[in-house]
């Protein structure tokens, strides 16, 4: 606390300060395509292989990691060509492939921290619902759910009566809907279903033709949700789910429904595509019409 801090270093960063200040040297546009056409072109040299040995070998499974030392790999065998230099790029190298993410330099000492693990969606978001979506080397941890991030808890109660308590209690509506989508990505509708103890309000048979009869069904959740609108927009709304079974696998199917039905004919006829008039009786033949 009384030692006086001189620089933060993100090895990224620097990394991309290089290369930078290189190519506005040398007047040259820099980018991947180029620089693996121009290694390419050199005496034909396995360069694929040159940039595999090295992503193999200091790859410590963070996913911004591998792509860095992709380029890196690159830009190494591009300066071993002999077409241009960088000053200090192999102690660059060697801190960046050591797995160095920030160093912090004092005047009495420097802390090098470790590149974390990181897990996204496909969006690259932050995203886990099994893992930390952040995990450090040492022990640091950080859970984030399609891009918000979410206490412990949620996690260590998982699998246990607690969860859906907290999920009782919590008021922030992040969290909340975090939950779900947590529990729905663990263990699908139907376990979101049990979790969030729903009733069956209704079921129907409907015969489709001789051959194929289906059991529509409707259910809700016992709790209701403030961030929750039926389809004319009344906030305060508990889960809702229509239940279909696909007539080629036999599949079931829990879908997504407005909590103001209490019919479950009704409530699958509103999930048809919206050309389907109401007045059309819900049966495949003419459906597929």
């Known amino acids: ?7 933060i270093l993100t090895v990224d960063n620097a990394l991309n300060r290089f290369m930078d200040n290189t190519t506005r040297k040398s007047i040259k546009q820099w980018d991947d395509i180029l620089l693996k056409r121009t290694i390419s072109e050199h005496l034909h040299l396995n360069h694929k292989q040159s940039v595999q040995d090295i992503i193999i070998k200091f790859s410590k499974n963070g996913k911004i990691l591998k792509g860095n030392l992709e380029r890196l790999a690159f830009l190494d065998f591009h300066i071993n060509l002999g077409d241009f230099t960088i000053p200090d790029f192999s102690y660059l190298k060697k801190l960046f492939c050591s797995g160095v993410y920030n160093v912090f330099f004092w005047e009495d000492f420097v802390l090098a921290i470790p590149n974390p693990i990181i897990r996204e969606n496909e969006d690259c978001q932050l995203h886990s619902t099994v893992y930390p979506a952040i995990e450090w080397p040492f022990g640091g941890k950080a859970y984030y759910i399609h891009g918000r991030e979410m206490p412990e808890w949620i996690f260590s109660y998982y699998g246990t009566d607690l969860l859906y308590q907290r999920f009782l209690m919590e008021n922030n509506e992040d969290i909340r809907s975090g939950i779900i989508s947590f529990v729905k990505e663990r263990v699908g509708e139907r376990g979101l279903l049990d979790f969030l103890q729903a009733e069956l309000i209704d079921e129907k048979l409907v015969e489709h033709n001789s051959e194929y009869t289906e059991v529509l069904r409707l259910y809700k959740s016992k709790e209701k949700f403030d961030y929750l609108q039926d389809r004319r927009g009344r906030s305060g709304q508990p ?5 279909f079974t696909c007539p080629s696998t036999g599949a079931t199917y829990l879908i997504d429904n407005s ?3 209490k019919d479950a004919l009704k409530a699958a006829k509103f999930l048809r595509p919206s050309f389907v008039p109401e007045y059309v009786e819900y049966r495949w033949s003419h459906d597929a019409s």
């Open 259 to 261: 909590a103001d039905f």
């Open 239 to 243: 889960y809702c789910w229509s239940e």
């Open 1 to 7: 606390m009384k030692s006086r801090k001189i620089n």
